[in-house]
């Protein structure tokens, strides 16, 4: 039983990679894209992490944020958003409590090993606080077309 459309979309404090902690409600008004993802600078990370750079002079003209989450520190996702070009906060939950909040933390299977990760998922937080789209367990394009998607219609 994991959050649904319509359902308050759960508020959290995490550390930014610019070393400044982010809240979820001080966007308020806003649309936020949530994305969460395994690990820095890996290629479907690297592909979801650019789809949004490449679309946020879109997501920003339809008054939407992105913040993209992982496990990784604040250091690693420095580099990463430098690398990247990214032109938005990368925030750490190497706890993964905020992840898990938010049902992308599960059960993954990589050629027969089963281990316990983040499940690359999307979660796009209307202005009042409320979900508007989930999606867990997504490839990367597919999850940067149906976010912007719904926070540019």
């Known amino acids: 039983m994991g959050l649904k459309v319509g359902d308050t979309a759960p508020d959290f404090t995490l550390m930014s990679d610019s070393r400044e902690p982010?809240?979820?409600?001080?966007?308020r008004g806003k649309q936020v894209i949530l994305f969460f993802y395994p690990k820095d600078d890996t290629p479907g990370c690297a592909r979801q992490a650019?789809?949004?750079?490449d679309n946020f002079p879109a997501i920003e003209a339809a008054n939407g944020v992105v913040l993209g989450i992982s496990p990784d520190s604040v250091e690693s996702h420095i580099k990463f958003?430098?690398?990247?070009?990214?032109?938005?906060?990368?925030?750490s939950d190497p706890d993964h409590a905020v992840i898990s909040k938010y049902s992308a933390w599960g059960e993954k299977n990589n050629f027969g090993r089963k281990y316990m990760g983040v499940i690359r998922s999307h979660v796009v937080v209307d202005e009042d606080g409320k979900i508007a789209d989930i999606h867990i367990k997504i490839k990367p394009e597919d999850s940067?077309?149906?976010a912007v998607d719904k926070v540019t219609r």
């Open 144 to 146: 940067v077309e149906a």
């Open 81 to 91: 958003k430098k690398k990247q070009r990214l032109q938005y906060p990368l925030l």
């Open 50 to 53: 650019c789809g949004f750079r």
């Open 22 to 27: 982010v809240t979820l409600s001080s966007f």
